[in-house]
């Protein structure tokens, strides 16, 4: 047999070769990993319509959105001291109930809403304990990590609850932490983002100016036709990381809320004091307590109408904390951000 027919590939050969599939590998993987997260902004994009279809089919069926807190001390205080435990927070021994959780049976849960008795029983009592750790796939964005439910999340530490990505918004306004108590109720709370919403208050925590926050049942039924700035230009349910942020229970009026006082993605693109967001900084609520996500420039937001929108995170603050009032007589439109 000749040399010739005996000839294989030489080692320069082998190396061009070896080249040119780096080189094809390194261009195919960005192109896959685009595609990859349009599919997961897709599917976060149902998730967040389902969640809105949901409210107003709740709405039609009660006559309000669903609400947050506990109906039976409706007129307690929260002050700093925890002497006097207000309507969505803190802990359990109190029917505290979140806005989704009272909309399970309008997410095919409604084994899961009678097994608790939602919103009648404690939220810690025997029957509603393994309601509370369901981890419900409706909740999840495929963006981020994994969030298996876990026993570390704000004031319901030590019980194992299921965590959400989607979170409702509880207007623009941000400060001072107290119901009917004098404006320095909680002196401790210092953030950069304090802003006095529409509602002339500056506790977006217990007297919002959006749809949802912790104990917006003390001030009644929420009727679509209050928000008068137009559904189609008025925040109702955002993004968030709970993986980023202790206050992460979907069952939890203070898990399932978040205001637009503080800007988008702050903490994950946007640094608050030089500062990224991490696993040792979940806990600074007063400037975590927001909406943020894994989709690069920005994040998706339910309307009041049900439509869904991505919204850019250099959207000026101004009129990111417009659009999430619903009687601020502004002028905001969503689709131009």
Same mark, same amino acid.
């Given at each position: 047999? *000749?040399?010739? $027919?005996?000839?294989?590939?030489?080692?320069?050969?082998?190396? %061009?070769? #070896?080249?040119?599939?780096?080189?094809? #590998?390194?261009?195919?993987?960005? $192109?896959?990993?685009?595609?990859?997260?349009?599919?997961?902004?897709?599917?976060?994009?149902?998730?967040?319509?389902?969640?809105?279809?949901?409210?107003?089919?709740?709405?039609?069926?009660?006559?309000?959105?669903?609400?947050?807190?506990?109906?039976?001390?409706?007129?307690?205080?929260?002050?700093?001291?925890?002497?006097?435990?207000?309507?969505?927070?803190?802990?359990?021994? $109190?029917?505290?109930? =979140?806005?989704?959780?009272?909309?399970?049976?309008?997410?095919?849960?409604?084994?899961?809403?009678?097994?608790?008795?939602?919103?009648?029983?404690?939220?810690?009592?025997?029957?509603a304990k393994p309601i509370?750790?369901?981890?419900?796939?409706?909740?999840?964005?495929?963006?981020?990590d994994p969030t298996p439910?876990?026993?570390?999340?704000?004031?319901?530490?030590?019980?194992?609850? !299921?965590?959400?990505?989607?979170? !409702?918004?509880?207007?623009?306004?941000?400060?001072?932490?107290?119901?009917?108590?004098?404006?320095?109720?909680?002196?401790?709370?210092?953030?950069?983002?304090?802003?006095?919403?529409?509602?002339? *208050?500056?506790?977006?925590?217990?007297?919002?100016?959006?749809?949802?926050?912790?104990?917006?049942?003390?001030?009644?039924? @929420?009727?679509?036709?209050?928000?008068?700035?137009?559904?189609?230009?008025?925040?109702?349910?955002?993004?968030?990381?709970?993986?980023?942020?202790?206050?992460?229970?979907?069952?939890?009026?203070?898990?399932?809320?978040?205001?637009? $006082?503080?800007?988008?993605?702050?903490?994950?693109?946007?640094?608050? =004091?030089?500062?990224?967001?991490?696993?040792?900084?979940?806990?600074?609520?007063?400037?975590?307590?927001?909406?943020?996500?894994?989709?690069?420039?920005?994040?998706?937001?339910? @309307?009041?109408?049900?439509? %869904?929108?991505? %919204?850019?995170?250099? #959207?000026?603050?101004?009129?990111?904390?417009?659009?999430?009032? #619903?009687?601020?007589?502004?002028?905001?439109?969503?689709? *131009?951000?």
């Open positions: 047999m *000749s040399r010739a $027919a005996r000839r294989g590939f030489t080692l320069i050969e082998l190396l %061009v070769v #070896i080249a040119i599939i780096a080189i094809l #590998i390194a261009l195919l993987v960005p $192109a896959v990993q685009k595609v990859r997260e349009s599919a997961n902004r897709t599917q976060c994009e149902n998730n967040l319509k389902q969640l809105a279809l949901a409210c107003h089919n709740y709405h039609d069926a009660q006559g309000t959105l669903p609400r947050d807190g506990n109906t039976n001390s409706a007129s307690n205080n929260y002050v700093n001291s925890h002497g006097s435990l207000g309507v969505g927070c803190c802990g359990g021994g $109190a029917p505290r109930w =979140s806005w989704i959780a009272r909309l399970l049976p309008y997410l095919e849960e409604t084994a899961a809403a009678s097994q608790g008795n939602i919103p009648i029983d404690n939220i810690d009592s025997a029957n509370l750790a369901l981890d419900l796939k409706a909740l999840w964005c495929p963006s981020d439910p876990r026993t570390t999340s704000a004031d319901l530490s030590g019980i194992l609850v !299921g965590l959400t990505h989607y979170k !409702g918004v509880s207007g623009s306004n941000w400060g001072k932490d107290g119901w009917k108590v004098a404006p320095n109720a909680e002196s401790s709370f210092t953030t950069p983002y304090t802003n006095t919403g529409a509602n002339g *208050s500056s506790n977006g925590l217990e007297n919002g100016d959006g749809i949802f926050f912790r104990a917006d049942l003390r001030f009644g039924k @929420m009727h679509l036709k209050k928000i008068t700035d137009g559904t189609s230009n008025t925040f109702m349910i955002g993004e968030d990381l709970p993986t980023y942020v202790n206050w992460n229970a979907w069952s939890y009026p203070n898990g399932a809320c978040g205001t637009c $006082a503080i800007p988008p993605n702050t903490g994950v693109y946007i640094p608050t =004091s030089g500062k990224n967001l991490g696993p040792g900084d979940a806990g600074n609520w007063p400037e975590r307590y927001s909406f943020r996500s894994k989709h690069p420039g920005g994040l998706q937001f339910a @309307m009041a109408d049900g439509s %869904v929108h991505f %919204v850019r995170q250099d #959207i000026p603050l101004q009129i990111y904390r417009q659009l999430a009032s #619903i009687q601020g007589g502004e002028n905001a439109n969503v689709t *131009s951000y």
